[in-house]
Structures are given as C-alpha cells and as structure tokens.
C-alpha cells in the first residue's frame, strides 16, 4: 500500500486481493461490497445453529448483524421448508341436545379469540368467528408456505 502525497491510501493489484474483506468478491466505487453466495449460506448456516448469537458471529467475520440478518430472512424465503406443518388429531363429540348448521351462539362474557401460529404466521381473531372466513384465511397462508 502507497500513501500518496495527499494521505490517500491505494491499493495496487497484487494487494488488492489481501486487502479485501474475508468472503467480499468486490467494493463498488460507492464503497458496497459484493459477498460471494457461498460465504453468505455458510454464515447463515452457522447462525441457524440452535443457541448461535447473529450478532457475535457477524461481529467474528466484520459483517453487521442486520446485513446477516437480512441474508438469514432471505434464506428462510426461499428455502423450502422441510417439515409439515404438525396436525393436531380432533374428536368431534355430538351433544344430546339437537344440533343445528349454524354456529352456537356465544356466551355473553365469554372471551372470542383464537389465535394461530400458521407457518410463520401468527393470526389472532378477536370476536365471534365464522368458520368458511376462517377456512379462507387458513387457506391463503397455506399457498404462500
């Protein structure tokens, strides 16, 4: 490396490759670095170990946390997910009472909410709940998985 008459420091081609960051490909004139896709799964890989801090190992590798993050949730986007959603067995008991097609009324006070975590998606419904809307709702998350 020379420092010119002007303080500036250059970096001539046979040191351009050490001077480079570990996993940057290239420096853009605006000062972006490019990372190799490789460099990146790998860091991603090492940040979905259970127990891993993003923080400390972008902080081993010079890499800011959000940038890591940001290649995890791209990760996570396209990865394909591996596991089915786990389905929960449901027993249906009739009543002794007559049943009819429409849903029971509510209890007044009765607190109305469900609340379902649907691949990645957590989906709160406060108040009386139709069933066909809820089926649509369950029904969009599901193509987006």
């Given amino acids: 490396m020379d420092i010119g008459d002007t303080g500036v420091q250059t970096v001539n081609e046979t040191e351009h ?5 570990c996993g940057v490909v290239r420096v853009r004139s605006n000062g972006k670095r490019i990372y190799a896709e490789e460099f990146k ?3 991603v890989r090492q940040c979905l170990v259970p127990g891993t ?7 081993a590798y010079g890499i800011n946390a959000n940038l890591l993050r940001r290649w995890i949730a791209l990760h996570n986007a396209y990865a394909p997910s591996s596991s089915q959603p786990a389905l929960l067995p449901v ?3 009739k009543s002794s009472a007559a049943c009819s097609a429409a849903s029971p009324p509510a209890v007044p006070g009765a607190p109305q909410s469900i609340e379902i975590e649907f691949h990645g998606a957590r989906v709160h419904v406060r108040g ?3 069933p ?3 089926r649509v709702v369950l029904d969009v998350l ?3 998985a």
């Fill in 17 to 21: 490759a050490s001077a480079l960051q």
């Fill in 41 to 43: 799964a790998d860091l």
């Fill in 53 to 59: 801090s993003v923080a400390a190992t972008g902080l």
């Fill in 91 to 93: 027993t249906v008991h």
């Fill in 128 to 130: 009386p709940v139709d």
């Fill in 132 to 134: 066909r809307q809820l």
């Fill in 142 to 144: 599901a193509r987006r």
